[in-house]
């Protein structure tokens, strides 16, 4: 989050901009590859089971059904 925050600044705001905000006025470009590639994830079925995006629908609907 740091990277994609310092990566915008750098291209975002001007000198001016980054001296308000205490910051050099000219940022080395010294963020680590935002695209770097990652190894495919294999997702299995507990995944699905054990997620958040999976229970906090179900609850929700048994919560409206019970009201």
Known sequence: MEA??????????????KQMMGLRRHLRRS?????TTLA???IQ???AL??????I???SFLAFGVA
């Open 4 to 17: 994609l925050r310092t990566r915008y600044i750098i291209e975002n705001y001007d000198a001016a901009k």
């Open 31 to 35: 963020i680590v590859s935002i695209n």
């Open 40 to 42: 495919p994830r294999i």
């Open 45 to 47: 079925s507990a995944d």
């Open 50 to 55: 054990t997620s958040s995006y999976t229970w």
């Open 57 to 59: 629908p179900i609850f």
